[in-house]
């Protein structure tokens, strides 16, 4: 039930997919029809982010649990040290092993209200993913994630400091890498080579499946870079249409998908806004297999 032992066993390639707490028990109920909706195609993982407080925190805490006793799927809890002394960290960390995640998503997060504000850590808290990690490592047997930039991460003065930091996080004992958002194959393959430098820890891109003109503003959020102008061409002449947008959306999706998978990249991390038709989709189109260990030739047949 390792994310890492997960991708190691499977021969084809595959895919895992990423949620959000939800707000309310509407949203709660479309949060369970999706993740049942994923169930039958295996996953390798799903993975419920974690928010800026209180309820969404819980909200986590309390979904991901679910899908640990609940469900065939491997879970993976998001944590960040917004907000949270050492003492609170070891605590969630210790109720997710106590109730079956095995995998966490070690991240400083970004200070509440503006992503871009100050960074005051808690007076009793950490600084630093890296020391999450650390963190986490120390209480038990976990596999644990970080996440990488493309781009750089937006604090970060040049790609040279921040792959110094990314590997240090790798070296405090992480063991893969979940890329932010980016527009060309080439922007993800060029952070695979970076990491390559130092480590030998899997990178796994990150993907949003473009449907909308909300999911395209924010990949642009997010990436924290400006889009490449052939992409913004294809894609933003058909924002008013809003299924000629989802159909080259998908396409843009897949064509970048095909050129990672051709690049050897193991697996593709959906985003998914808590939906699953487009997700489902893309597995269909991408031919991705179960993460279950299958001889190849029972596979095919
Ligand atoms: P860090 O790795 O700590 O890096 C933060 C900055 O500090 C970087 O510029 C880095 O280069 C620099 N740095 C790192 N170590 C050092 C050091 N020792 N000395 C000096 N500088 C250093 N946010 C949420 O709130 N909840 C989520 O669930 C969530 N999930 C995410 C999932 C993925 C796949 C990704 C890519 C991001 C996610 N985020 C989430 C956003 C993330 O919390 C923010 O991007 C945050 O700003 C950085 O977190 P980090 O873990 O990358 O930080």
């Given at each position: 039930r390792r994310v890492v032992d997960r991708l190691s066993s499977t021969r084809c390639p595959t895919f895992s997919v990423e949620f959000f707490p939800p707000r309310n028990e509407a949203e709660e109920t479309i949060l369970w029809r999706s993740i049942r909706e994923l169930e039958?195609?295996?996953?390798a993982y799903i993975s419920i982010t974690y928010g800026a407080g209180g309820s969404s925190r819980d909200g986590t805490i309390q979904n991901i649990a679910r899908v640990a006793t609940d469900t065939t799927l491997v879970p993976m809890a998001h944590l960040t040290a917004?907000?949270?002394?050492v003492a609170e960290l070891r605590n969630v960390i210790g109720h997710f092993a106590a109730v079956g995640v095995h995998n966490i998503l070690a991240l400083r997060g970004d200070?509440?209200?503006?992503?871009?504000g100050e960074w005051v850590p808690h007076p009793e808290g950490l600084t630093y993913a890296e020391e999450l990690v650390r963190l986490i490592r120390e209480l038990g047997d976990f596999c644990v994630g970080v996440s990488a930039f493309p781009y750089g991460h937006?604090?970060?003065?040049?790609l040279e400091t921040d792959t110094r930091y990314l590997l240090r996080k790798l070296d405090a004992g992480a063991d893969f890498a979940i890329a932010q958002l980016f527009f060309e194959a080439e922007d993800f393959l060029r952070l695979r080579d970076r990491v390559a430098t130092g480590s030998d820890a899997l990178v796994l891109p990150g993907i949003m499946p473009l449907t909308t003109p909300r999911t395209w503003r924010k990949t642009i959020e997010l990436s924290g870079a400006m889009p490449p102008r052939w992409l913004a061409d294809r894609l933003e002449p058909l924002s008013d249409d809003p299924k000629a947008f989802r159909a080259e959306g998908l396409d843009v999706i897949t064509e970048l998908c095909e050129r990672l998978l051709a690049e050897g990249v193991p697996e593709l991390h959906f985003y998914t806004f808590n939906r699953s038709k487009a997700t489902r989709e893309l597995v269909d189109r991408l031919g991705l297999r179960s993460a279950r260990t299958k001889p190849v030739l029972a596979a095919q047949s």
């Open positions: 039958p195609l295996d996953p917004v907000n949270h002394s200070p509440p209200g503006d992503p871009m937006p604090r970060s003065p040049d």
